[in-house]
Each structure stands twice: as structure tokens, then as C-alpha cells.
């Protein structure tokens, strides 16, 4: 009767100290997890804007934003202005590891694209299930929008 007793009251604890037990996503973010090699030190590359591209008639400008890392995808968005307003919007790279990320990334691409070049800016809604996309997809196109005022 007394094992009976301890043993109940040990898995009293366990289940109790289980249902407490509090987890969290991971905190770190992965630039290079959507690139073609891991960083061989601890410390992660400094990411390079993207070439700019010339001018091809008068009042047009085309820069590329630098590559920019969702925790499970790499961004780069490259834009052109027309006499200072957003008429054209080219994903450069959008990455993703895994079947699922690369779901969500070719369904969230095409409407961060069509809603950017409708409203003529980055000031755009994210795709409802790619948040870490939309995040990262607007701030790649507000960059490359600056790169391409600043000439």
C-alpha cells in the first residue's frame, strides 16, 4: 500500500511539473539558412546589397535590395521607379527550406507583388499564414525603393 502511495504521488509530481513546463520558438535566426553554405566560425557573413542597375531612360531607376533572411527563407526584391513612383517589382530570390515554406512563399509572392504595385509603395497587408515572409518581403522592397531614390 505505501509503494502504491509514492508511486501516485510521483506521478502526481511529473504530470503536474509536464504541465508547467512552459517551451518557446527559437530565438536565433538563421541567415544563411537559405543559402548555399553554413558559416564555418560563429559568427554569421555581412549580407551586400545588390548591384543597381542603370538607368535606361530618363527618369527610370532600378536598384536591388541586399538579400534579407526570414528564420526559414532568403528575400531580395528588386524595383523600378518611374519619375519617383513604384511601377514595376521583381522578386530577385524568395527561398525557403522545405516544402511547407516554399508553399507559403509561392503563394505569398504573388500577392505582395500585385498589392505593392497597386498601391505604388511598400505600404501593403501581409499574406494571412506568411508572416515571417511579408515582414521581410516588405522591408527587402521599402530597401530597394531607398536605393533606388537615393540614385
Known amino acids: 500500500m505505501r509503494r ?30 537559405a543559402l548555399h553554405g553554413r558559416p564555418t566560425s560563429g559568427t554569421p557573413p555581412t549580407l551586400q546589397p545588390g548591384p543597381r542597375q542603370p538607368p535606361t531612360r530618363p ?11 526570414t528564420p526559414f527563407s ?29 508553399a507559403l512563399n509561392a503563394r505569398a509572392e504573388p500577392i505582395l ?12 497587408d501581409a499574406v494571412s499564414g506568411a508572416t515571417y515572409t511579408s515582414r521581410v518581403w516588405t522591408k527587402s522592397l521599402r530597401e530597394a525603393i531607398d536605393l533606388a531614390r537615393r540614385g
Open 113 to 124: 507583388r500585385r498589392e505593392a504595385l497597386q498601391a505604388h509603395s511598400a505600404r501593403i
Open 4 to 33: 502504491a502511495l509514492v508511486t501516485l504521488a510521483i506521478t502526481a509530481v511529473a504530470v503536474v511539473a509536464l504541465a508547467r513546463f512552459h517551451t518557446a520558438p527559437p530565438r536565433t535566426l538563421n541567415p544563411l539558412s
Open 74 to 102: 532568403l528575400v531580395q526584391v528588386q524595383v523600378t521607379l518611374t519619375h519617383g513612383r513604384l511601377t514595376g517589382v521583381v522578386t530577385v530570390a524568395l527561398t525557403g527550406e522545405g516544402p511547407h515554406t516554399q
Open 59 to 69: 527618369g527610370v531607376r532600378t536598384a536591388t535590395s541586399p538579400p534579407m533572411a
